[in-house]
């Protein structure tokens, strides 16, 4: 049963930490997106990645965010230091470039 | 950039149809797509249009018109679990893969 794994699932912590969201995309999808939903917002892209070179991140805060992908197993999305509009639903998701994209359960920030 | 449109809710009852519409203004277009979302749960994946048309998948259909720059999700037969949010999204040329701020969809008996 493929899936996009994200962990953690829910992370609480306070202004200032350093934030790490990991995602192991589905095997074989060479395409993986970072979105990041509030009510106010949607479902914004932050960043994604083709064979695991960044095409796009554009919607991302460059001074506090990161997004890099180590290998073809594993995506990380950084905030340092964090603050509390960051608290958001993060998800990870993952395809093929001419298929539809699979998401993750998402990891729900709090900064308080 | 892109640009999607859709409205931010709809009201139907069980056993009715519902058409939720979406426009869209993009820089380059490779296909548009439906996803579902239930209250604290991830987007799952509805329908893919990237031919002008219809494409029917039991009780859901879309519709896509590239030179309208619309399409439409027609949720038909209408049942309680149907109610969520539906998301309309477009990928671009660079398989950019871009939302709308969804529709909510309320079924009441």
């Known amino acids: 049963d493929a899936r996009v794994t994200q962990t953690p699932r829910h992370k609480v912590t306070e202004m200032g930490q350093e934030v790490t969201m990991r995602c192991q995309p589905i095997l074989g999808h060479n395409t993986v997106f970072w979105y990041r939903q509030t009510m106010m917002q949607g479902l914004e892209l932050l960043a994604y990645f083709r064979n695991r070179a960044p095409l796009d991140d554009s919607g991302m805060p460059k001074d506090r965010f990161s997004a890099e992908m180590p290998d073809a197993t594993l995506a990380t999305l950084k905030i340092q230091p964090s603050e509390p509009r960051d608290s958001a639903v993060y998800f990870c998701?993952?395809?093929?470039?001419?298929?539809?994209?699979?998401f993750g359960q998402g990891t729900r920030l709090t900064v308080v | 950039g892109q640009n999607i449109d859709q409205p931010t809710e709809m009201t139907a009852t069980e056993g009715a149809i519902v058409q939720i519409n979406c426009t869209y203004q993009?820089?380059?277009?490779?296909?548009l797509f439906w996803y579902q979302q239930h209250a604290g749960e991830a987007p799952t994946f509805l329908s893919y249009n990237v031919l002008d048309g219809l494409e029917e998948k039991g009780r859901f259909s879309s519709f896509l018109s590239r030179s309208k720059g619309y399409s439409y999700l027609l949720l038909k037969e209408l049942q309680m679990k149907d109610s969520a949010s539906y998301l309309c999204?477009?990928?671009?040329?660079?398989?950019?893969?871009?939302f709308g701020a969804g529709t909510t969809v309320t079924v009441r008996a």
């Open positions: 998701a993952s395809g093929l470039p001419d298929r539809e994209a699979f």
């Open positions: 993009t820089s380059g277009f490779n296909g």
């Open positions: 999204a477009v990928r671009d040329n660079d398989y950019k893969l871009s």
